[in-house]
């Protein structure tokens, strides 16, 4: 069983919108602080938003700081980013990932002990 999994990747112009949904499976995410992080080819996986395990303190990098948000339905056991103003750089496959009761959102990777497939997002110019 996979424990978490990616949906809502897909094309979309440079200035629209994606929403990326993680649901979690086989775990309650109300005691896990949530994170995106996100992969381009040729490149590192990099940081893009994290909270804690209360989903009261947020964090974003830089970078899509004022254009993306991260929130939770915990009732669905449900995490989402919100992505708006997409730019060719976001342009990546965006991972959610879930680390055991983080006080403080966390930008390591390998803080986080469960991880999803990835979804794809293209960004056209």
């Known amino acids: 069983q996979v424990p978490l999994v990616e949906s809502g990747g897909g094309l979309v112009q440079a200035g629209g919108s994606l929403r990326l949904s993680c649901v979690a499976s086989?775990?309650?995410?109300?005691?896990?602080?949530m994170g995106w992080f996100r992969q381009a080819p040729g490149k590192e996986r990099e940081f893009v938003a994290a909270d804690n395990w209360s989903g009261v303190s947020i964090r974003y990098a830089d970078v899509v700081k004022g254009r993306f948000t991260i929130s939770r339905d915990n009732a669905k056991n449900t995490v989402y980013l919100q992505m708006n103003s997409l730019k060719p750089e976001d342009t990546a496959v965006y991972y959610c990932?879930?680390?055991?009761?983080?006080?403080?959102?966390?930008?390591?990777?390998?803080?986080?002990?469960?991880w999803g497939q990835g979804t794809q997002v293209t960004v056209s110019s």
């Open positions: 086989g775990f309650t995410l109300s005691s896990y602080g």
């Open positions: 990932a879930a680390a055991w009761r983080v006080v403080e959102p966390t930008t390591l990777p390998n803080q986080y002990m469960y």
